[in-house]
């Protein structure tokens, strides 16, 4: 699947409650895994087993580097109460020098540090 | 236009009540042109016919495959109350594969059913 | 960092009250540098000088050609009020062609004009 020579992006993902938004949020910013992250409340319509379902949720937009996806993937999983959470990644394809600057020295990889 | 060697994508469309949202939401999904839709409200300021217009509106995210996206587009125009509908399409380049998977098997085209 | 060779884009920025929002998107639009910006209430978490910081935002979500970016970035960062601003774009790669036309016909470059 990858289709990434994006440097920076936009990874999307949903959560039942503000609370596990927030947690998830502060884990992510703690380990530098992304540098900003964005927390608002929306309803989501899907279908689950064949059924329609429709559940409030509240949406992260999370800024990072998609170098840093993997370890993003893994640490939303193993902190989301989800069977299988959202996690997408949208490409940032240019922006101001100064905010990619920043968000780049606040992120980093566990495998690089 | 099409710049589109993506699979999988966010198509972002505005609607002017959230009943008309969950209307099209609901349609896109029992005819599996999309997996999952999440809806809330804002504010759009746009400029019409040369007038500045301030509405509220709800928008939609529609989470789906991007082979579907001229059924979608099809779809929404026939259900949509605006002249000219927002319809733009961002590019999905990376995430869980789990769920990518998830929205690969819960959408599907008539044209290929 | 220009990865860019998408001719529309989703150029989103964040700001620290509605009626910034709102002054910033009236500005954008009256010189042409986007057609319709929406805007919404959010929550942001974020490190900045090594401090977690939580803040209440407001969102834009600026939908415009990608080749105004320059002009665009230099409006914004004239307005705003923080010192590093988040402006980022996205690519939309497909849509509906009589949006996008409108889109088109509703942005101009001072550069051009």
Known sequence: MPD??????VV?????????GKAIAKSLLNEKL????SIFPLQSL?????????????QLIIKTRLDLLS????KIQSLHDYEVPEIIALPIV????SY???LGSNTTSDLSS
């Open 4 to 9: 990434n020579n994006f440097e920076y992006g």
């Open 46 to 58: 899907y279908t689950w087993q064949g059924e329609m379902n429709q559940d409030r949720e509240w």
């Open 71 to 74: 370890e993003l993937k893994t």
């Open 94 to 97: 240019d922006g101001s020098k």
């Open 34 to 37: 992304a540098a900003c992250i």
């Open 12 to 20: 999307l993902t949903t959560v039942s409650s503000e609370e596990q």
């Open 100 to 102: 990619l600057q920043w």
